[in-house]
């Protein structure tokens, strides 16, 4: 166990600072405070930081610290606090670490006993999910889906019947395809398409996955899209066999029998005691 107490010790801190995902005005005070105090700051791009520090007079020295290099940048980074330096860790917007370099940094740092700590702004999850129109809680940050369309639809489908509303980042230009899978797999749920978040051509798109479809192909900008969670009625529906079958098969694709009664309870909406009192009933027959 380790317990961090962010301002009552004298260690050297990683510094989670989030960069405004489209509109300059939005960089907060805390945050412009924290990049001037500390003599490095680590980006994801230097150059694009660059332009933010010429706005803010910013004088750091930047460290390159992006999906190609995390490794060795994470070994410099950790020379840096080992001699007593704070350091800020920046993305290109939004908060590192959510897709974008930084959890691998995180968790080093933490092995290192140093602190990590967060500073509040900017996230273009949080942005689309309250915006949307669908119910905000429960919610599933999900991300980027994987780019190949085979494996894009293996894990709508691991999704589908998920109650939870569902949050995704995607590209323009693969919107399309996107949409396409999310209606064959999911069926023609309601959706809010966000894009250009915070920015002049800002635009909320609110109904049927369908609906959207049908102006997917002249949309710009990055997106997010907020999927409403599968019916539970729906999602009841799915499973027209027993419990214990259904561990079994989870068991036989290779997952544990604690993972598979885990499972099972959450996709079936069932106390996970009672599905592994069904599984000890079943064990020894």
Sequence with gaps: MKRQKSFDNQKPTLYLVPTPIGNLTE????????LKSVNYIAAEDTRHTLQLFNHFDINGK?????????????????QLMDEGESIALVSDAGYPAISDPGYE???????????????SGCNACLDA?????????PFM???????????????????????????????PH????????????????????????TKRHEEIIRGKISEVLSISNELKGE?????EGCNETEAEEQ??????????????????????????????HLKKNDVYQEYLKNKDK
Excluded at 105 to 118: F, G, M, R, T
Excluded at 143 to 167: A, M
Excluded at 223 to 227: C, H, L, T
């Design 27 to 34: 960089m907060t005070p805390r945050a412009i405070d924290i």
């Design 62 to 78: 930047l460290i390159s610290h992006h999906e190609h290099n995390i490794k060795a940048s994470s070994i410099k980074i950790l």
């Design 105 to 119: 940094l995180v968790k080093e740092v933490i092995e290192h006993d140093y602190n990590v700590v967060p500073v």
């Design 129 to 137: 999910l309250v915006v949307s129109g669908i119910a905000p809680q």
């Design 141 to 171: 940050f999900y991300g980027f889906l994987n780019h190949s369309d085979k494996k894009k639809k293996k894990e709508l489908q691991q999704l589908k019947n998920i109650t939870y509303t569902i949050v995704f980042y995607e590209a």
């Design 174 to 197: 693969r919107i399309t395809k996107t949409l396409s899978l999310l209606l064959d797999v999911f069926g023609d749920r309601q959706i809010a398409l966000c894009r250009e978040l």
């Design 223 to 227: 997106m997010v899209i907020v999927v």
């Design 239 to 268: 499973y027209d066999f027993p419990v214990i079958e259904h561990i079994e098969q989870l068991m036989e694709e290779g997952l544990s029998s604690k993972e598979a009664i885990k499972k099972v309870a959450h996709l079936r």
